[in-house]
């Protein structure tokens, strides 16, 4: 495997990964003590996904760098969005499986009597909960951190069409026809909707929380103002 980032063990044993060799491969524009910073309000901590060390620099003064996990590195990948991040993400993942094939390989015996195959047959089982435990974090991390997906993006879609629809009094009315009321309705859902989410777009809403905001879009009502005009438009269709 072709070593695109340098890869070392720390005094532990664990694989980390510089801070600032990943910094450098994924062509980050911004500086990297303020880019490192920033990473870390992801939810990363200091002795546990990184720790500080300090590196000589070309000038020959210490530098601060960071070791981080493989972990840290993998989601720090994904975070760019970019294809050097995948890139990098990618080959992490491939290290990873690599390692594991070898200690595997490494540690593999039978077992010598019952006593022995029971403790082993525990000590895997304990090893999978941690290992679950593990990836439900990661999951709940990644839930907070990913938008949308694109068929939740389409159902959070559907579900404003409808509410538009609902309010107005059906896709036949009046004030539904109206390109320009149609329009400040679909404006106010989405001033309410931003600030209730914080997000800029529908399609930021974290995943964690869309079934939170299909509820907001199905219980929201527009403002008084809105619904006089809505009453006054379909009024005077029926006037005809």
Not at 103 to 109: A, E, V
């Amino acid at each position: 495997m072709n070593e695109l980032i340098k890869i070392t063990k720390d005094d532990n044993g664990n694989s980390v990964v510089s801070g600032r060799d990943l910094h450098d491969f994924l062509e980050v524009k911004t500086a990297y003590k303020d880019w490192f910073p920033r990473m870390c309000e992801y939810g990363f901590t200091d002795g546990k996904d990184f720790s500080s060390i300090l590196s000589e620099s070309t000038g020959g003064r210490p530098r601060v760098d960071h070791a981080m996990t493989l972990d840290m590195a993998k989601e720090i990948s994904m975070i760019q969005r970019t294809e050097r991040g995948k890139q990098a993400r990618q080959y992490f993942i491939d290290v990873e499986k690599e390692y594991k094939k070898q200690i595997g390989q490494s540690q593999f015996r039978l077992p010598k009597n019952l006593t022995e195959m029971s403790t082993m047959f525990f000590d895997v089982m304990k090893d999978q909960d941690k290992k679950i435990e593990e990836q439900s974090e990661k999951v709940n991390f990644l839930m907070n951190l990913s938008g949308l997906t694109s068929p939740r993006n389409k159902e959070l879609t559907k579900a404003r069409n409808k509410k538009i629809i609902q309010v107005c009094g059906g896709s036949e009315s009046n004030s539904y026809q109206d390109k320009s009321l149609r329009s400040k309705l679909y404006n106010e859902l989405f001033k309410s909707y931003r600030h209730r989410f914080d997000v800029n777009q529908y399609v930021d809403t974290p995943m964690k929380r869309f079934d939170e905001a299909k509820d907001y879009i199905n219980n929201w009502y527009p403002p008084f103002e809105l619904k006089d005009e809505i009453e006054k438009a379909n009024a005077q269709g029926n006037l005809f």
